[in-house]
């Protein structure tokens, strides 16, 4: 019985006799349901790139960003549910905002993080809410360097050189861990971000979809987060069609 949940998936705040907590693995679902996510740790900074699945032909192109900015020095990635991930940005803007109005500096990478983990922990711990439906890729860059993490459904974060959510995200591992990690520019970090997300896109082929890249950089952004410039998206993905369509070729 515990297997599927019957009689202890109803409530949030309830372990199954064997340890688990459905609504969390729930979560998780709408997670891997979503497009993939990719954050790169680099030399210089960090890159985060998203894979917008596009639901209809009529909405605006640029809409509901899944990239988003929570403090000057810090954005986040997130597969899942999108109002999900807005209200966790929003939490964060505030995190952030308040811990510059009581140190005057701005707030840690790792701060941050740990602040917002424990927010979206306690949404697992009582019956009253639900647990977020999104896994969240933060990056930024502060005083002692570059910074990844990926936040989880259950409130746990982890430190990264190179993470991975969603429906792609196992093409998407496999295809950073060739990479020189953390030994790459941002630059050539956003070049493989737009080859690893079309890889991970290759079996929703008959899906279109947007590519949001952000970084965060010291030699390039002066250590601000920012969307890459409209040239660098471009060239990107030019050569990421290009390597998917060669590979497409000898498989053929």
């Known amino acids: 019985m515990t297997s599927i949940g019957t009689g202890y998936d109803l409530s949030n705040s309830v372990f199954s006799p064997d340890g688990r907590n459905f609504q969390v693995e729930y979560a998780s679902?709408?997670?891997?349901?979503?497009?993939?996510?990719?954050?790169?740790?680099?030399?210089?900074?960090?890159?985060?790139?998203?894979?917008?699945?596009?639901?209809?032909?009529?909405?605006?192109?640029?809409?509901?960003?899944?990239?988003?900015?929570?403090?000057?020095?810090?954005?986040?990635?997130?597969?899942?549910?999108?109002?999900?991930?807005?209200?966790?940005?929003?939490?964060?803007?505030?995190?952030?905002?308040?811990?510059?109005?009581?140190?005057?500096?701005?707030?840690?990478?790792?701060?941050?993080?740990?602040?917002?983990?424990?927010?979206?922990?306690?949404?697992?711990?009582?019956?009253?809410?639900r647990p977020f439906g999104i896994s969240a890729i933060v990056g930024g860059v502060d005083e002692s360097g570059p910074h990844l993490y990926t936040i989880e459904p259950s409130g746990a974060y982890w430190g990264y050189l190179g993470a991975a959510t969603g429906k792609g995200r196992q093409a998407a591992k496999s295809e950073l861990e060739k990479l020189d990690l953390p030994n790459i520019s941002a630059r050539d970090a956003v070049k493989a971000a737009a080859k690893i997300i079309y890889a991970a896109h290759g079996d929703a082929k008959d899906k279109d979809f947007e590519l949001e890249i952000s970084w965060v950089s010291t030699s390039e952004t002066n250590g601000a987060h920012e969307f890459v410039p409209k040239e660098l998206l471009e060239e990107a993905e030019r050569l990421a069609k290009e390597e998917d369509e060669d590979e497409e070729m000898e498989e053929d």
């Open 29 to 129: 679902k709408a997670v891997e349901a979503d497009g993939t996510a990719i954050g790169i740790k680099c030399k210089d900074g960090v890159v985060l790139a998203v894979e917008k699945i596009v639901s209809s032909k009529l909405l605006v192109p640029g809409a509901n960003k899944k990239i988003q900015t929570i403090d000057k020095h810090i954005g986040v990635a997130y597969s899942g549910l999108t109002p999900d991930g807005r209200h966790f940005v929003g939490e964060g803007r505030s995190e952030a905002y308040s811990w510059r109005g009581t140190y005057k500096v701005p707030i840690g990478v790792t701060s941050l993080t740990n602040r917002l983990a424990g927010y979206v922990q306690a949404y697992t711990l009582y019956n009253s809410v």
